[in-house]
């Protein structure tokens, strides 16, 4: 018998089919923990992406809906944990404000390097991110993994908000570019 | 924040435009050729960056725990809740829905530009609909910290057919209060409707708007948390600044 889609899987799942949800889970469960932890830094935070991830999911409502013929399912599934972990990123950042209005210019890069650095040498993202000038290090540490708005990151790097989305984007192309040039062990299910 | 509606298209991907801004937007995203694309090239370029990332064992048991809270919290969910009102604007809290309920104050006023009476009455009646909307959500997402936002329907004085309402939100560090409103008399020139918060027997003047045609207004203003609000009542002056209230009371609710 052929492996339900994951599209089969979101239908079952809408119609509040738990063992659906669990084969889902089952899935994606290393992909995602694995990316929350990489935005995070940390396991029990993770967790509670992972959580709030399946809650919505569950829930089918709003954030949690699926669009179909907006892109992949898996894809899907990474942006909204991606959302999630910006999310509890900003909750825990409120606590620490006063830190972070007085983090100077490369106070946030460590973020990107520790992050990456940790890993082992392996790691392809850090490879990639490294060959980056500083300036698109800094808009992928922003804007991909700290989820700051785009009024944020012009303010945080003093630059007119009207650049931010082309900086961004250039910074992504940059960081796309070298990735594919070494190959990516691609994700497929 | 931004003047283009194609500038969102950063906050749209960070998932940072409240939900009205974020529908206002994917409306406009399906109009627009330019952010389709930009769109898909950034979700082209950020979609799979995860899987270059090096994999992390998950720690042991997480399935079970969270799966048990997603089923268990759809057990709760399904029960009829929403006992619990707190009465003083105080005890109210709930940071997500601050900006999507502020910007459909927005619309309402921007709207008042509009003449046609059936028009504009839907439309307030479609953003108080979203209010509402807005509010049950909220209501059923977030547990644990996050109370639900209030809203008060506005008494109307005897002979009117005023009709409003007052929603508080709580904007991170601050307290916001909504007030919209509908049916109420033309003004002259130079007179406007005035908010005001009452403690005690002693108002204070908060926000003062005035209305288009057919009598819809609204106003959003930060309120002072330090005092202990009883209520809410709108009343006509015959200018701005008033410190005390000069006119009738032509809406109002106790809070
Ligand atoms: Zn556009």
């Given at each position: 018998?052929?492996?339900?889609?994951?599209?089969?899987?979101?239908?079952?799942?809408?119609?509040?089919?738990?063992?659906?949800?669990?084969?889902?889970?089952?899935?994606?469960?290393?992909?995602?923990?694995?990316?929350?932890?990489?935005?995070?830094?940390?396991?029990?935070?993770?967790?509670?992406?992972?959580?709030?991830?399946?809650?919505?999911?569950?829930?089918?409502?709003?954030?949690?809906?699926?669009?179909?013929?907006?892109?992949?399912?898996?894809?899907?599934?990474?942006?909204?944990?991606?959302?999630?972990?910006?999310?509890?990123?900003?909750?825990?950042?409120?606590?620490?404000?006063?830190?972070?209005?007085?983090?100077?210019?490369?106070?946030?890069?460590?973020?990107?390097?520790?992050?990456?650095?940790?890993?082992?040498?392996?790691?392809?993202?850090?490879?990639?991110?490294?060959?980056?000038?500083?300036?698109?290090?800094?808009?992928?540490?922003?804007?991909?993994?700290?989820?700051?708005?785009?009024?944020?990151?012009?303010?945080?790097?003093?630059?007119?908000?009207?650049?931010?989305?082309?900086?961004?984007?250039?910074?992504?192309?940059?960081?796309?570019?070298?990735?594919?040039?070494?190959?990516?062990?691609?994700?497929?299910? | 924040?931004?003047?283009?509606?194609?500038?969102?298209?950063?906050?749209?991907?960070?998932?940072?435009?409240s939900d009205i801004e974020?529908?206002?937007?994917?409306?406009?995203?399906?109009?627009?050729?330019?952010?389709?694309?930009?769109?898909?090239?950034?979700?082209?370029?950020?979609?799979?960056?995860?899987?270059?990332?090096?994999?992390?064992?998950?720690?042991?048991?997480?399935?079970?725990?969270?799966?048990?809270?997603?089923?268990?919290?759809?057990?709760?969910?399904?029960?009829?809740?929403?006992?619990?009102?707190?009465?003083?604007?105080?005890?109210?809290?709930?940071?997500l829905a601050a900006g999507l309920l502020l910007s459909i104050?927005?619309?309402?006023?921007?709207?008042?530009?509009?003449?046609?009476?059936?028009?504009?009455?839907?439309?307030?009646?479609?953003?108080?609909?979203?209010?509402?909307?807005a509010?049950?959500?909220?209501?059923?997402?977030?547990?644990?910290?996050?109370?639900?936002?209030?809203?008060?329907?506005?008494?109307?004085?005897?002979?009117?057919?005023?009709?409003?309402?007052?929603?508080?939100?709580?904007?991170?560090?601050?307290?916001?209060?909504?007030?919209?409103?509908?049916?109420?008399?033309?003004?002259?020139?130079?007179?406007?409707?005035?908010?005001?918060?009452?403690?005690?027997?002693?108002?204070?003047?908060?926000?003062?708007?005035?209305?288009?045609?057919?009598?819809?207004?609204?106003?959003?203003?930060?309120?002072?948390?330090?005092?202990?609000?009883?209520?809410?009542?709108?009343?006509?002056?015959?200018?701005?600044?008033?410190?005390?209230?000069?006119?009738?009371?032509?809406?109002?609710?106790?809070?």
């Open positions: 018998m052929a492996q339900p889609t994951d599209l089969d899987l979101y239908e079952r799942i809408r119609q509040k089919d738990k063992e659906a949800l669990e084969v889902l889970y089952d899935r994606y469960e290393k992909l995602l923990y694995s990316f929350a932890y990489r935005m995070m830094k940390d396991s029990q935070a993770a967790e509670e992406v992972m959580q709030d991830v399946f809650m919505k999911l569950w829930r089918g409502k709003g954030a949690g809906q699926y669009v179909s013929g907006r892109g992949k399912f898996s894809s899907w599934l990474l942006t909204i944990t991606r959302n999630a972990s910006i999310d509890l990123i900003r909750k825990k950042k409120v606590q620490e404000v006063e830190w972070d209005q007085r983090d100077s210019v490369h106070e946030d890069l460590p973020g990107v390097e520790q992050e990456i650095e940790d890993k082992e040498e392996r790691n392809q993202l850090r490879r990639a991110v490294h060959t980056l000038p500083d300036e698109q290090q800094r808009m992928i540490c922003l804007f991909y993994f700290q989820g700051m708005s785009q009024r944020e990151i012009a303010e945080k790097c003093d630059i007119p908000l009207g650049t931010v989305k082309g900086r961004v984007r250039l910074a992504l192309k940059k960081l796309r570019e070298h990735l594919e040039k070494e190959g990516g062990i691609v994700y497929e299910r | 924040m931004n003047d283009k509606p194609c500038d969102h298209i950063l906050d749209y991907i960070n998932d940072q435009l974020r529908k206002q937007f994917e409306k406009h995203l399906s109009e627009c050729p330019r952010c389709q694309e930009e769109l898909k090239e950034m979700e082209d370029l950020m979609g799979d960056l995860p899987t270059y990332m090096e994999q992390t064992e998950p720690p042991a048991g997480m399935k079970q725990r969270v799966l048990d809270e997603v089923f268990s919290n759809e057990e709760e969910d399904t029960a009829p809740v929403r006992t619990k009102r707190p009465v003083k604007w105080k005890a109210w809290s709930g940071v104050g927005m619309n309402v006023y921007t709207g008042l530009e509009v003449s046609d009476l059936a028009t504009e009455n839907e439309q307030l009646e479609s953003s108080l609909t979203e209010i509402q909307t509010l049950s959500e909220l209501e059923d997402s977030e547990s644990g910290t996050a109370s639900p936002l209030q809203q008060t329907e506005l008494a109307s004085a005897e002979g009117t057919n005023a009709a409003g309402t007052a929603t508080l939100l709580n904007r991170e560090t601050r307290q916001e209060l909504l007030v919209q409103t509908q049916n109420l008399e033309n003004l002259e020139p130079g007179e406007v409707y005035q908010v005001w918060l009452i403690e005690g027997e002693t108002p204070e003047p908060a926000g003062a708007f005035t209305t288009n045609d057919t009598g819809s207004g609204g106003v959003a203003f930060t309120i002072n948390e330090e005092k202990s609000w009883d209520a809410v009542a709108i009343t006509k002056e015959p200018q701005t600044g008033n410190q005390t209230p000069q006119g009738e009371i032509i809406l109002q609710a106790g809070l």
